[in-house]
């Protein structure tokens, strides 16, 4: 039950203390793989994204540092949060992979009718000893389980052994500037390093808080894809402060995490499609204002996030065409002049490390009028 008393943090207030521990208020000097741990990870449904989410939260930052550390195997690409890819450390992927195991297993409920008569034992087994001999395609998965189970639905045998192995994609895919296709190995034959023990989920919880807090239950639940951390919760409650929100869903936080004011200035910033700030609480309005809800991406197209004194103000796209990039922002409403001047200044900082160009240029698109 939530406190009658515990203090009620303003939409405003509950950006400023999650910008600040996203490294969105000012950049950090931090090294990168250190900024990941920190995070938890980076969301990499597609290659860029990981690369632009530390740009916007790094001093010095450049996307060398990044593919470096995925070409040494200190960071993987895995399935983890959300059922979704993310960058994490090596640490993180052999822990936290292991604990969102149960949405794994939620999904591949999903194929089970297209499994019939198909042992899952025995195609996690088939499928490891396969990519362990060296780093395979699905396709190549595909092929090599479809003459076990010649009855079973190919595309879903090979979903299903994406869901019961920890399978990371192996470089050169996602290294920046490079392309590669899509080779999954085990996280412990990548890394060379056994699987660890299913961890409690408390430590997560605790960074969970620290890289997004101050959250409730549920959003906690939304970013990781679990249910049921009720309990969890009510285990560190000792350890914790609450809060409310304006709704009066109670809010857990650490004691000693930073809450900077409501009023603080958050300059500008441009996240990529899919930043985990963005997917990280069930009520995003810390970021995202209830009138720009889904304003940001239009069916399966997602666009780059402004963030405009902390909160989603526009989309944003990168384009080159010979030696000259071009940043064109499209903004929710107008904003002032200084902003703009703002915006700009970011764009061309963001051109000058992010692409090869040697000429710049920013466009501001005519206002988006969503109507009613």
């Not at 597609?46 to 195997?73: D, I, V």
């Not at 079973?152 to 392309?179: E, F, I, N």
């Amino acid at each position: 039950m939530v406190a009658k008393n515990a203090p009620v943090l303003s939409a405003r207030a509950l950006n400023r203390a999650t910008l600040e521990r996203q490294l969105l208020l000012r950049r950090a000097v931090l090294p990168a793989k250190d900024a990941v741990t920190r995070l938890l990870g980076l969301q990499a449904q597609n290659t860029k994204p990981p690369y632009y989410q530390l740009f916007a939260r790094l001093e010095g930052f450049h996307p060398a540092e990044l593919s470096a550390l995925m070409e040494s195997r200190e960071v993987v690409r895995i399935v983890t949060l959300r059922s979704t890819i993310h960058t994490h450390t090596a640490e993180d992927a052999l822990t936290l992979r292991p604990l969102v195991q149960a949405a794994r297993d939620r999904e591949l409920k999903v194929f089970r009718s297209r499994l019939t008569g198909v042992d899952l034992d025995r195609l996690a087994s088939l499928s490891k000893e396969f990519v362990q001999e060296r780093p395979r395609t699905m396709k190549e998965l595909r092929q090599e389980l479809v003459p076990h189970w010649p009855d079973a639905d190919p595309q879903a045998l090979s979903a299903a052994a994406r869901c019961l192995l920890p399978l990371v994609q192996v470089t050169p895919r996602g290294l920046w500037g490079r392309s590669g296709q899509v080779a999954l190995t085990t996280v412990e034959r990548w890394l060379d390093r056994p699987s660890e023990p299913t961890p409690a989920p408390d430590g997560t919880v605790l960074r969970y808080l620290g890289a997004f807090g101050p959250a409730s239950v549920m959003d906690m639940q939304m970013w990781a894809g679990l249910t049921r951390l009720r309990e969890v919760f009510e285990r560190l409650r000792p350890q914790l402060v609450t809060f409310r929100d304006e709704h009066g869903v109670e809010l857990f936080d650490l004691p000693d995490a930073p809450r900077p004011g409501p009023d603080l200035p958050a300059p500008p910033r441009f996240l990529p499609e899919f930043d985990n700030v963005l997917l990280g609480h069930a009520d995003r309005t810390r970021i995202i204002p209830a009138a720009y809800k889904g304003r940001n991406g239009v069916g399966n197209q997602v666009y780059g996030s402004l963030l405009a004194d902390g909160f989603l103000a526009g989309i944003w796209r990168l384009d080159q065409v010979e030696d000259t990039a071009a940043v064109t922002v499209q903004l929710f409403a107008e904003l002032g002049r200084a902003t703009c001047d703002e915006i700009t200044e970011e764009a061309v900082r963001m051109m000058s490390v992010m692409s090869k160009a040697t000429a710049y240029d920013v466009r501001f698109a005519p206002f988006i009028d969503f109507g009613d």
